[in-house]
């Protein structure tokens, strides 16, 4: 039974704003500890607002309801700070850092979460078997971040990072958009590792990836809200029917 | 350190300050007497002390240029500058002999642990003349000359003598006319032909003293098919007056010849460095200009190649960061005069707290030069509203054979990378570093791994509290 599990993620009538117009209109969500989350939705449905607004991004206003991680509101917390508590957000389109390597990169993000710096010999090792568990050549490390990266590279670095930093709450943006059937395991596979110790919440637009990472529940968004919740079975459909039979605007 | 000095230092590592002792101290201000009494304190050669006062008399005759920060330059006060200031009496081939304040500076400095780690030589400049210089044994036998300026011109004479101010003239400018009058230290290098130097040599120039002009001579020469890699470094105190920088740099690669110049410029930001460097490159010869300029009030610096041998090559790799109260006008000239010569010129400034970059560069091919190849990179990152960021490039292309490819961005930190950054555990700052960091790669990839750490840590510093 899950029921007893740690809350990890409380979301309690969110309404979001961006640059003054309303994308969330009253969300409401909690996800715990081992449960892995799906949202679905058409574009512009609000689901990368979702995961932008959860981790901090300034550029969302948050103009009513609350979010809490492990039961604390997250208005206290700055974004560094999310990510030293143990959040963590998959991008859908990772920043290009010019002349910055990855290896340098990793490296010191792993510090900044961990508060300490990675025994060198330890981390070379973590670092490695995390690569090879997602096919990413040695190269990888000395080239600049996402810089030139495919789009199958710049997800799996994210998954790579995912899995350096052993997040609680793992927010997935996306992640299966451009990869081909292979990356799309090898990915499936790095979130599943994470997933057993952690709340995972995947935005996705396709069943595909859920093929792969058996969601406990399945949203679907519509305009801004959740208007439907089910299991796995519920994303099938979603796949079969599309959305218009849950838009009640429509 | 008093605490006066410690309000000035603020961020500044290298704004400490030993007690002023010195053995010989000009009074304040310039005349044609202080130039014959630093020749004459000297024990120069009559021509040397001819050439200083020709140059003296043009210094007083030509005007300030009428362009850069003309605003800045007029504020120059040239009488309340010491010309000369000597603290100790002897050029010293060991530390254990140079006097201890300045020996523990030096020692902060880093200087002689990276002597034995990682240098061929050293020479150390404090104020106006070097209190020590060495050069590694196996160097010295192979005839590599690595001397302080002022020693060369009492051991080789006549090699001074047929070079001095010929790729740069005293009548140049302003400021090489005032350092042709007044120079003191400075590096003098010969590579003999056919040698390689392997380990870089470096100069540290430190002024200490307030109020100071330093205006070091250094002359490079490296014989046919030779290469040699030379660093140099400066710092100051932070004072609430301004001090004086003022180099003079020739460099001379003969045929098939190397010669790599990286300087890592941090001065206090009450220092105006108004350095010219110039460089000929004979046949298949090259010249690589490694150039950093991270501190100051106001730098004025153009390092410039003469491509005279055809299939001649230069390379000109500068960043410039402008934070508060800053002024970094940089840049690079290449002249291509003869076929088939090359040039690379990568540019990477940044304004931040109100500093200003500009990128002043020239590139000349000449009508009878035929083939030639350049290729020319201005990037410029800003990183608040209200600093400032300038381009004034200048193409003299004579001849129709040229293939040039001119390259300019300026560019602001997007606030995606700062939450892609900072979602990752980084804080705003430690973001702002690293993506400062990132965008100097270019040029301190090819500093020697220790400037390069450096480097990277002061950029890192100088982005603390960047975000309001």
Same mark, same amino acid.
């Given at each position: 039974?899950?029921?007893?599990?740690?809350?990890?993620?409380?979301?309690?009538?969110?309404?979001?704003?961006?640059?003054?117009?309303?994308?969330?209109?009253?969300?409401?969500?909690?996800?715990?500890?081992?449960?892995?989350?799906?949202?679905?939705?058409?574009?512009?449905?609000?689901?990368?607002?979702?995961?932008?607004?959860?981790?901090?991004?300034?550029?969302?206003?948050?103009?009513?309801?609350?979010?809490?991680?492990?039961?604390?509101?997250?208005?206290?917390?700055?974004?560094?700070?999310?990510?030293?508590?143990?959040?963590?957000?998959?991008?859908?389109?990772?920043?290009?850092?010019?002349?910055?390597?990855?290896?340098?990169?990793?490296?010191?993000?792993?510090?900044?979460?961990?508060?300490?710096?990675?025994?060198?010999?330890?981390?070379?090792?973590?670092?490695?078997?995390?690569?090879?568990?997602?096919?990413?050549?040695?190269?990888?490390?000395?080239?600049?971040?996402?810089?030139?990266?495919?789009?199958?590279?710049?997800?799996?670095?994210?998954?790579?990072?995912?899995?350096?930093?052993?997040?609680?709450?793992?927010? #997935?943006?996306?992640? /299966?958009?451009?990869?081909?059937?292979?990356?799309?395991? !090898? =990915?499936?596979? @790095?979130?599943? $590792?994470? +997933?057993?110790?952690?709340?995972?919440?995947?935005?996705?637009?396709?069943?595909?990836?859920?093929? #792969?990472?058996?969601? /406990?529940?399945?949203?679907?968004?519509?305009?801004?809200? !959740? =208007?439907?919740? @089910?299991?796995? $079975?519920? +994303?099938?459909?979603?796949?079969?029917?599309?959305?218009?039979?849950?838009?009640?605007?429509? | 350190?008093?605490?006066?000095?410690?309000?000035?230092?603020?961020?500044?590592?290298?704004?400490?300050?030993?007690?002023?002792?010195?053995?010989?101290?000009?009074?304040?201000?310039?005349?044609?007497?202080?130039?014959?009494?630093?020749?004459?304190?000297?024990?120069?050669?009559?021509?040397?002390?001819?050439?200083?006062?020709?140059?003296?008399?043009?210094?007083?005759?030509?005007?300030?240029?009428?362009?850069?920060?003309?605003?800045?330059?007029?504020?120059?006060?040239?009488?309340?500058?010491?010309?000369?200031?000597?603290?100790?009496?002897?050029?010293?081939?060991?530390?254990?002999?140079?006097?201890?304040?300045?020996?523990?500076?030096?020692?902060?400095?880093?200087?002689?642990?990276?002597?034995?780690?990682?240098?061929?030589?050293?020479?150390?400049?404090?104020?106006?003349?070097?209190?020590?210089?060495?050069?590694?044994?196996?160097?010295?036998?192979?005839?590599?000359?690595?001397?302080?300026?002022?020693?060369?011109?009492?051991?080789?004479?006549?090699?001074?003598?047929?070079?001095?101010?010929?790729?740069?003239?005293?009548?140049?400018?302003?400021?090489?006319?005032?350092?042709?009058?007044?120079?003191?230290?400075?590096?003098?290098?010969?590579?003999?032909?056919?040698?390689?130097?392997?380990?870089?040599?470096?100069?540290?120039?430190?002024?200490?003293?307030?109020?100071?002009?330093?205006?070091?001579?250094?002359?490079?020469?490296?014989?046919?098919?030779?290469?040699?890699?030379?660093?140099?470094?400066?710092?100051?105190?932070?004072?609430?007056?301004?001090?004086?920088?003022?180099?003079?740099?020739?460099?001379?690669?003969?045929?098939?010849?190397?010669?790599?110049?990286?300087?890592?410029?941090?001065?206090?930001?009450?220092?105006?460095?108004?350095?010219?460097?110039?460089?000929?490159?004979?046949?298949?010869?090259?010249?690589?200009?490694?150039?950093?300029?991270?501190?100051?009030?106001?730098?004025?610096?153009?390092?410039?190649?003469?491509?005279?041998?055809?299939?001649?090559?230069?390379?000109?790799?500068?960043?410039?960061?402008?934070?508060?109260?800053?002024?970094?006008?940089?840049?690079?000239?290449?002249?291509?005069?003869?076929?088939?010569?090359?040039?690379?010129?990568?540019?990477?400034?940044?304004?931040?707290?109100?500093?200003?970059?500009?990128?002043?560069?020239?590139?000349?091919?000449?009508?009878?030069?035929?083939?030639?190849?350049?290729?020319?990179?201005?990037?410029?990152?800003?990183?608040?509203?209200?600093?400032?960021?300038?381009?004034?490039?200048?193409?003299?292309?004579?001849?129709?054979?040229?293939?040039?490819?001119?390259?300019?961005?300026?560019?602001?930190?997007?606030?995606?990378?700062?939450?892609?950054?900072?979602?990752?555990?980084?804080?705003?700052?430690?973001?702002?570093?690293?993506?400062?960091?990132?965008?100097?790669?270019?040029?301190?990839?090819?500093?020697?791994?220790?400037?390069?750490?450096?480097?990277?840590?002061?950029?890192?510093?100088?982005?603390?509290?960047?975000?309001?």
């Amino acid at each position: 039974m899950r029921v007893m599990a740690e809350e990890i993620l409380r979301i309690e009538n969110l309404h979001v704003s961006v640059e003054g117009t309303l994308i969330l209109k009253g969300v409401n969500l909690t996800i715990h500890r081992g449960e892995i989350h799906a949202i679905m939705g058409r574009n512009g449905a609000g689901k990368s607002t979702l995961a932008n607004v959860v981790m901090g991004h300034p550029a969302y206003v948050i103009t009513e309801g609350s979010i809490f991680y492990k039961g604390q509101p997250l208005e206290e917390l700055a974004v560094f700070e999310r990510a030293r508590a143990g959040m963590f957000l998959s991008f859908q389109y990772p920043a290009v850092i010019p002349g910055v390597q990855v290896g340098t990169f990793l490296k010191k993000s792993v510090t900044s979460v961990r508060d300490e710096a990675p025994k060198g010999r330890a981390f070379r090792k973590e670092l490695t078997s995390a690569m090879e568990q997602l096919s990413m050549d040695k190269s990888f490390l000395s080239r600049y971040v996402n810089d030139g990266f495919s789009g199958g590279e710049k997800k799996r670095l994210e998954i790579l990072q995912m899995l350096l930093l052993k997040p609680h709450l793992a927010l #997935l943006d996306e992640t /299966d958009s451009g990869l081909d059937i292979d990356a799309l395991r !090898i =990915v499936a596979k @790095g979130i599943n $590792e994470v +997933a057993v110790d952690s709340a995972c919440l995947i935005i996705t637009h396709y069943q595909r990836l859920l093929d #792969l990472v058996k969601p /406990d529940y399945v949203h679907a968004m519509i305009n801004g809200t !959740i =208007v439907q919740t @089910g299991g796995p $079975e519920l +994303a099938l459909e979603l796949e079969d029917r599309g959305y218009d039979w849950l838009d009640v605007t429509a | 350190m008093t605490d006066e000095a410690q309000d000035v230092i603020g961020d500044y590592r290298y704004g400490f300050h030993d007690p002023e002792n010195s053995t010989i101290r000009f009074d304040q201000g310039l005349s044609e007497q202080v130039v014959r009494d630093i020749s004459e304190l000297k024990n120069e050669p009559e021509w040397m002390t001819d050439i200083r006062v020709k140059a003296y008399r043009h210094f007083v005759e030509r005007v300030m240029p009428e362009w850069g920060n003309c605003d800045l330059l007029n504020k120059i006060d040239f009488e309340s500058i010491t010309y000369f200031l000597r603290s100790s009496n002897k050029t010293e081939t060991s530390w254990d002999d140079v006097p201890d304040d300045i020996k523990n500076t030096f020692n902060r400095l880093g200087i002689p642990e990276a002597e034995q780690k990682w240098l061929g030589g050293v020479t150390a400049q404090y104020e106006s003349e070097a209190v020590y210089h060495s050069i590694r044994e196996d160097l010295e036998e192979q005839g590599v000359i690595f001397l302080d300026m002022d020693t060369g011109m009492k051991q080789f004479p006549e090699i001074i003598k047929k070079y001095f101010g010929t790729v740069i003239p005293y009548s140049d400018n302003k400021f090489s006319a005032l350092n042709t009058a007044v120079w003191s230290g400075g590096s003098f290098l010969y590579i003999p032909k056919g040698i390689s130097v392997e380990m870089p040599v470096q100069a540290y120039f430190r002024i200490n003293a307030k109020n100071m002009g330093q205006f070091e001579r250094t002359l490079i020469i490296a014989d046919e098919g030779s290469s040699v890699h030379y660093v140099e470094g400066c710092t100051a105190p932070s004072y609430s007056t301004d001090s004086l920088h003022s180099a003079v740099v020739e460099l001379i690669a003969m045929e098939g010849a190397k010669i790599r110049y990286s300087t890592v410029q941090n001065w206090s930001s009450n220092v105006y460095n108004l350095v010219t460097k110039r460089a000929v490159a004979h046949k298949n010869a090259t010249i690589e200009w490694v150039d950093g300029n991270i501190g100051s009030k106001l730098t004025m610096k153009y390092p410039s190649v003469l491509l005279k041998g055809e299939g001649a090559h230069a390379e000109v790799i500068s960043v410039a960061y402008a934070g508060e109260g800053q002024h970094q006008d940089t840049g690079a000239k290449v002249h291509h005069l003869a076929s088939n010569t090359t040039s690379n010129i990568i540019s990477k400034s940044i304004s931040k707290k109100g500093g200003r970059s500009s990128y002043r560069g020239l590139l000349q091919v000449t009508p009878k030069s035929t083939g030639c190849r350049s290729k020319i990179v201005c990037d410029a990152l800003i990183l608040d509203d209200y600093s400032r960021s300038d381009t004034y490039p200048t193409m003299e292309i004579g001849n129709s054979t040229a293939d040039l490819e001119h390259e300019a961005s300026v560019s602001k930190v997007s606030s995606d990378q700062l939450f892609y950054l900072m979602s990752r555990g980084f804080t705003e700052d430690a973001a702002m570093g690293l993506i400062v960091n990132g965008f100097f790669e270019p040029f301190t990839r090819e500093l020697p791994m220790e400037y390069a750490l450096e480097l990277n840590k002061l950029l890192e510093l100088e982005m603390e509290g960047s975000i309001g």
